[in-house]
């Protein structure tokens, strides 16, 4: 089974700054990389699908890029609702279709 | 508008069995795919189960596999999970999620709000 490797596991910022978010595959995994944002209490919500395709109703400060084994979320410009966790999730070939175990955006 | 709505959750001792219900509105439920996917009260997602949008073709996670069974009525929009021999370590919210297209490959771009399962004696 492919695992999926985030990195860090929490991350401290301030409204307007720029973050960058980690996911590695240990297997390559084409494009077939997902971003997800999940509130406390809440269900994920899905940012990026496909590395890079943002999803419809998602902000355009949200990018995602990568191929292969190595992905990156960026978030432009953090606003106050952006201070979430986030997943990534693999979804090559047939599944399971693993998730990383998350990143914690918080407040600095 | 499309909507999940879990249903099914409980408390119930190791060794049980519980049936999840989702019922889904808002889309050709027939067309798309489904999953099964659960967290830990502080953990992070774990992928449980998906069924391909006609039911034959499913998978399982490992930690899952022989003790679960996922399944589908078509004519009723309404997507299930079997839970047998359950372990302390299912406990979890179970959230259903749907397809966006494909099998997979382009994520879950709708979730239902989640049913609580606790596994305790």
Do not use: H
Request: aromatic share 12%; with cysteine.
């Amino acid at each position: 089974d492919i695992q999926m490797t985030q990195s860090p596991s929490s991350l401290s910022a301030s409204v307007g700054d720029r973050v960058t978010i980690t996911c590695r595959a240990s297997q390559s995994i084409a494009s077939y990389l997902n971003w997800y944002q999940q509130k406390p209490g809440k269900a994920p919500k899905l940012l990026i699908y496909s590395a890079s395709s943002l999803q419809s109703g998602v902000p355009s400060r949200f990018s995602g890029s990568g191929s292969g084994t190595d992905f990156t979320l960026t978030i432009n410009s953090l606003q106050p609702e952006d201070f979430a966790t986030y997943y990534c999730q693999q979804s090559s070939s047939t599944p399971p279709y693993s998730f990383g175990q998350g990143t914690k955006l918080e407040i600095k | 508008e499309v909507q999940l709505v879990e249903s099914g959750g409980g408390l119930l001792q190791p060794g049980g069995s519980l049936r999840l219900s989702c019922a889904a509105s808002g889309f050709t439920f027939d067309n798309y795919a489904m999953n099964w996917v659960r967290q830990a009260p502080g953990k992070g997602l774990e992928w449980v189960s998906a069924i391909s949008a006609t039911g034959r073709s499913i998978y399982y996670a490992d930690s899952v596999k022989g003790r679960f069974t996922i399944s589908r009525d078509n004519s009723k929009n309404i997507l299930y999970l079997q839970m047998n021999s359950l372990r302390a370590e299912d406990t979890a919210v179970y959230y259903c999620a749907k397809d966006q297209f494909g099998f997979g490959e382009f994520g879950l771009d709708y979730w239902g709000q989640g049913t609580l399962v606790t596994v305790s004696s």
